[in-house]
């Protein structure tokens, strides 16, 4: 057993991702089993800046697996940003008698738990939790898939009425400055083209598509574009105006999927990934590790210094964009 933990924290921070209620399930049944005590704070840093805590126990996370969202809350800090507030965060976390921090979120959530640990003496486990799978190390992050399959469904929705009309459809979907989200769903989906921060060139990607003659040899097409600023800026609403200017013959509709695709109930995939990922976050703290992350790589567990999950960049395959260019001919 690791030297002096005898209680765990654990908290959820950023935007929330379905499966987070899985890792907060095994990251406490876990700690139980090691012998340890859990305490859930509320509202992610903010919520241990304000003291929002309380035990955790096998119970308090039963029929919580299949459950979207989080039932720890999560909240963006802007007073963890600052000294003074990861200080009283530190106070909390002495007085309720915290060993040590289990961070389940994103980029900035692992950023923070990196900035807090060098501050005060606090072992940190990170767990990539995330529809963005935009972190280094791990080859999905949890919530992920399940944000992967509810664009495929709204995408095959939205191709009866595409195909219905002979219209373009340009989809906004989620992923922050990273385009797994878009570039996958396009592939699940059958689109004709995705539009990702990563293959983003000065090249004009519109007229790219268009002459590659997606509208010759069919009457309808979708495209998904990346909310990232770095794809041209503007999102679908951009590339539809364009289109309406540019090729009026053409009939043109937007939809942005929004918040919908961070909801709903996990699929299994992040089920067994936050499961398998809670449970290793206890071991690794049993092993004397801190300040990583954990995360799967070829099926195995890994652990990631915070620094190389949050600064490097994870590359989308350059094998998926090959392959839905050659299927949406
Ligand atoms: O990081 C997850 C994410 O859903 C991004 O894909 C998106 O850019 C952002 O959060 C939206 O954040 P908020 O819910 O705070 O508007």
Known sequence: ????????GVLTSGGDAPGMNAAIRAVTRAA????WKVKGIYRGYEGLINNEIKDLTT????STIQRGGTILKTARSEEFMTAEGRQKAYDNLVANGIDALIVIGGNGSLAGAQIFAAEH?????GLPGTIDNDLYGTDSTIGYD???NTIMECVDKIRDTATSHDRIFFVEVMGRDAGFLAQNSAIAAGAEAAI????????DQLE???NRGVRKSKNSSIVIVSESPKTGGGGAMHYAERVRNEYPQYDVRVTILGHLQRGGTPT???RILASRLGVASIEALNEGQRNVMVGISNDNIVYVPFRKAIKMDKPINKELINVLGVLSI
């Open 1 to 8: 057993m690791a030297k002096g933990i005898s209680t765990i």
């Open 121 to 125: 003496d606090v072992p940190c486990i």
């Open 208 to 210: 790219q598509f268009i």
């Open 146 to 148: 399940t944000a992967l």
């Open 32 to 35: 139980i089993y090691n012998g």
């Open 196 to 203: 990702i921060p990563e293959d983003y060139t000065d090249m």
């Open 268 to 270: 299994a995939f992040d």
């Open 59 to 62: 119970e308090s996370v039963s």
